[in-house]
C-alpha cells in the first residue's frame, strides 16, 4: 500500500465515525395542523433552532423540536436535559417540562377522526417520559405496551382485536402501566426522528420580561448540541375564559375496588390525579356520573372536586337523570335526592345543580322528558342535555342549557339566549383523533365567535372496549384526551391543543374586559392616545369576530399586543 493510500484511510476512518451519529435538531410549531411522523414532514419547518415562548402570568405555553439522525448507524442514550445553571436562574420563576412525542400505530381513522376508515397508520400522540413505555411492530402494524410486574418488565399486545362487548375494565393488576417519572434517554435508528415537547410554566407572581435557558442534548458517542430558549412573560395575568369549561368525564368512585385501567371505575388516587389534569387544562366543571344513592361515595367525589377545583361551580350530574320523575315513587326518590343535594350545596362548593336528560334525544322522546323536568326544575335543579338543532322548538322552555352537537348554529343558540338559556358545545369534533390544532381552533375561539356559553367535549377518556386499544371495536376508535396508568394519566398533544384553546379564550376574555373598563371612561375619551388605543382594540375585536383564525399564534401575539397597550390606560 502506498503512502498517498494509507493516508486517506487514516482520513476515512475519523469522518466516518463522526457521521456514523450525526443529529439534526429543527424547531417545529407544537400545535400542529400536520403530524411529524418521518424526516419528510420537517422540510418546511424552521431553521432558526431557537425555542421562543411568549406567555402570560399563570399560563402554560407548549413548544417542540424534533431530533433527526442522519447518520449511518443508531445514535444511543441520548439525554435531553435542561442546561442546569441556567434553569436553576429560572427555576422559581417558570417551570419548564420536558416529554417526548410517542408515535404508535392507530386504528384507520388516526388523525383525523373518531370512526375507522382504512389501514392503521402511524400517528404521534402520546407525552411521556418514557421513550420505551410503547414498542411498535412495523410489519404486523401493532403496539406493544410496557407494565410493571413483580420482579420484572412485560409488554403486552395492544392491537389484537377483543371479543368481549362494551367497556373492558382492567384490574390494576391486568394491565399495571405507569410512566417514568423523568425523561428518560433516547435512543434513534439511521433516519429515525422523535419530536420533543416542552411546556413552560408561569406563576401569577413571575415578574415579566424575557428569560434565557439551553436544552441540551448529549449522547454517548459524545455527541453534545443544544438548542437555545428564550421564554418572554408578558406584563398582564389572563383573566378565566368566558366560556364556561366542562367536560364529560365518566370516573367514578367504588367501594369495592382499588381503580382500574378503564375510564369507569377509578381509585382515590386516580381520581385526584385526573381532577388535577382537567384543571390545569383549563376545566372549571367535569360531569359528574357518580351515583347518588351511594351518599357516602357521592360526597367524596364532590368534596375532592371543591378541594381541586375550587369553590361556587356548576356541578353537572348524570348520576340522577332528569327523567327520572315519571311515577309517584320515583317523584318521591327524586325530590329526597333534591333535598339532600339542596342542603349540601353549600359543603360541596356548588353554584347550581344540573341533572341530565336523555342523551341527543329528539322528536317524541325529547317532548316525553318534559313532565319530569318540570317537576324536577320546581324542585330547584336545573336541566342539561346533549342535543341538535331543532330542540329549542321542542323543549326550550324547560332545558336550561343545551349541550348542541357539531359545529354551533347560531341561529339555534339565539333562540336560547332569548329566553336567558345557555348553549354548549360538543362534538366537534369527540376527543379521539389525535391533531391539536383542530381542538385549540374548534374549542376556542370558533366558540367566541358563535358566542357560545360553554363547551363540554365527550370524553376526558372513553373506550369502545379496552382503553390502551384502538383495534378492538368494529366501527369506532377510543374518545381518548388522555390514557389512564395506576397512578395518574398520560397526556396527549390533542388534549395540549384543547388547552391552547381554552388560554385563547382567555386573552381575548382579558381583552374583551379591558375594553369594557374604558368603555365611557371620561378621561380616556378626553385623551387622543387613550381614545385612539381603545378604537383600535374595538375595531380589532369587531373584524376578529368573523376572521378564519388562519393563523392562530399570530392572532393570540395580535391579541397580547391590544392588552399591553390599553394596561396603562386602565384605573383599577
Known amino acids: 500500500m502506498n503512502k498517498a493510500a494509507l493516508i486517506a484511510i487514516l482520513i476515512t476512518i475519523p469522518l466516518q465515525a463522526a457521521l456514523a451519529c450525526d443529529l439534526q435538531l429543527t ?41 433527526h439522525n442522519k447518520g449511518s448507524s443508531t445514535c444511543s442514550n441520548i439525554n435531553i436535559t435542561p442546561n442546569e445553571n441556567k434553569q436553576q436562574k429560572i427555576a422559581n420563576q417558570i417551570e419548564v417540562d420536558i416529554r417526548i412525542v410517542k408515535r404508535w400505530f392507530q386504528a384507520g381513522g388516526g388523525w383525523k377522526m373518531i370512526s375507522k376508515e382504512g389501514t392503521p397508520k402511524i400517528v404521534p400522540e402520546l407525552l411521556v417520559y418514557d421513550d ?30 377483543d371479543s368481549r362487548k362494551g367497556r373492558v375494565i382492567h384490574s390494576l393488576f391486568e394491565i399495571p402501566v405507569k410512566d417514568s417519572e423523568s425523561l428518560t434517554p433516547i435512543s434513534l435508528k439511521p433516519g429515525d426522528i422523535r419530536q420533543i415537547w416542552i411546556t413552560a410554566k408561569t406563576q401569577e407572581t413571575t415578574v415579566s420580561g424575557d428569560y434565557f435557558s439551553e436544552i441540551e442534548i448529549k449522547t454517548e458517542n459524545n455527541i453534545d448540541l443544544e438548542i437555545p430558549v428564550k421564554i418572554r412573560v408578558l406584563p398582564f395575568q389572563l383573566q378565566p375564559p368566558r366560556i364556561t369549561y366542562s367536560m364529560y368525564y365518566r370516573g367514578k368512585l367504588h ?8 375510564s369507569e371505575i377509578k381509585s382515590e388516587t386516580q381520581y385526584i390525579a385526573e381532577l388535577q389534569n382537567m384543571k390545569q387544562h383549563g376545566i372549571c366543571c367535569p360531569t359528574n356520573y357518580q351515583g347518588i344513592d351511594n351518599k357516602k361515595l357521592f360526597s367524596k367525589s364532590m368534596l375532592l372536586r371543591k378541594e381541586i377545583l375550587g369553590d361556587s361551580r356548576p356541578a353537572f350530574l348524570l348520576g340522577l337523570q332528569a327523567w327520572i320523575a315519571t311515577n309517584k315513587n320515583k317523584k318521591a326518590f327524586a325530590k329526597k335526592q333534591a333535598s339532600y343535594l339542596t342542603q349540601n350545596k353549600s359543603l360541596f362548593g356548588v353554584s347550581d345543580y344540573y341533572l341530565y336528560g336523555k342523551d341527543e334525544a329528539k322528536g317524541k322522546k325529547l317532548i316525553a322528558q318534559k313532565k319530569s323536568w318540570e317537576y324536577i326544575k320546581n324542585l330547584g335543579l336545573n336541566i342539561f342535555a346533549a342535543g341538535y338543532k331543532g330542540t ?35 362534538a366537534f369534533p369527540q376527543s379521539g383523533p389525535e391533531n391539536p390544532y383542530i381542538f385549540r381552533r374548534n374549542f376556542g375561539l370558533r366558540l367566541w365567535q358563535n358566542e357560545v356559553d360553554g363547551a363540554m367535549p365527550y370524553a376526558y377518556h372513553d373506550s369502545a372496549r379496552s382503553i390502551w386499544n384502538d383495534f378492538d371495536h368494529k366501527n369506532y376508535r377510543d374518545h381518548n384526551f388522555t390514557y389512564p396508568t ?3 394519566v398520560i397526556d396527549t398533544i390533542a388534549w395540549e391543543g384543547f388547552r391552547e384553546g381554552v388560554d385563547d379564550v382567555r ?31 374595538v375595531f380589532f375585536l369587531s373584524n376578529l369576530k368573523h376572521s378564519n383564525l388562519a393563523k392562530l399564534d399570530e392572532t393570540r401575539s395580535q391579541i397580547a399586543s391590544h392588552i399591553i397597550k390599553l394596561e396603562k390606560y386602565r384605573h383599577d
Open 132 to 161: 420505551k413505555l410503547i414498542k411498535i411492530n412495523e410489519p404486523s402494524k401493532s403496539n406493544y405496551l410496557k407494565v410493571i410486574k413483580p420482579g420484572r418488565e412485560e409488554y403486552i399486545n395492544i392491537s389484537h382485536p
Open 27 to 67: 424547531v417545529v410549531p407544537a400545535i400542529s395542523n400536520q403530524p411529524f411522523t418521518e424526516s419528510d414532514d420537517i422540510k418546511k419547518c424552521y431553521s432558526n433552532n431557537k425555542l421562543d415562548l411568549t406567555l402570560a402570568k399563570n399560563e402554560y405555553e407548549p413548544a417542540s423540536f424534533i431530533i
Open 255 to 262: 367501594k369495592n375496588s382499588n381503580g382500574s385501567i378503564s
Open 392 to 426: 329549542f322548538k321542542s323543549a326550550g322552555d324547560l332545558l336550561d342549557i343545551l349541550v348542541l352537537a357539531g359545529k354551533p348554529n347560531k341561529r339555534e343558540i339565539k333562540k336560547f339566549h332569548d329566553v336567558n338559556k345557555k348553549v354548549f358545545t360538543y
Open 507 to 537: 386573552y381575548i376574555t382579558t381583552l374583551e374586559n379591558y375594553v369594557q373598563k374604558l368603555k365611557g371612561d371620561k378621561k380616556c375619551l378626553l385623551s387622543p392616545d387613550c381614545s385612539q388605543v381603545y378604537n383600535n382594540s
Open 486 to 488: 395506576i397512578n395518574g
